[in-house]
Nanobody, 126 residues
Framework: VQLQASGGGSVQAGGSLRLSCAVTGLTYSSYATGWFRQAPGKQREIVAVISYSSGDTSYTDSAKGRFTISRDDAKNMVYLQMNSLKPEDTAVYYC????????????????????WGQGTQVTVSS
């Protein structure tokens, strides 16, 4: 199983970025997918998560109304659309996946995920 995150970059406050995560090796599996971020000196935190078949989503409070997580299972891709970016969004963003036979889980803790991408840097300047 491999996850490849991309789409990070440097933007000014108020700008937008779309992160992508390509998932390979889970084609015939049901899995939940999450986006996490880690800023320097801080712990890794959940940003958003989406279930496999129910389409349930969950967001951290700071992301609600600004970020949208989505998935395209035909392409084995997961996305994080980030709008109205703020300097405090600056971090390395990671995508993660966890097998979920129910198709409804939205795990929110990093230790609930088995598979991780390599991270992509997002820098928001004021």
């Amino acid at each position: 199983v491999q996850l490849q995150a991309s789409g990070g970059g440097s933007v000014q406050a108020g700008g937008s970025l779309r992160l992508s995560c390509a998932v390979t090796g889970l084609t015939y599996s049901s899995y939940a997918t999450g986006w996490f971020r880690q800023a320097p000196g801080k712990q890794r935190e959940i940003v958003a998560v989406i279930s496999y078949s129910s389409g349930d989503t969950s967001y951290t409070d700071s992301a609600k109304g600004r970020f949208t997580i989505s998935r395209d299972d035909a392409k084995n891709m997961v996305y994080l659309q980030m709008n109205s970016l703020k300097p405090e969004d600056t971090a390395v963003y990671y995508c993660a996946a966890q097998r979920d036979p129910t198709g409804r889980a939205t795990p929110a803790q990093h230790y609930e995920y088995t598979y991780w991408g390599q991270g992509t840097q997002v820098t928001v300047s004021s």
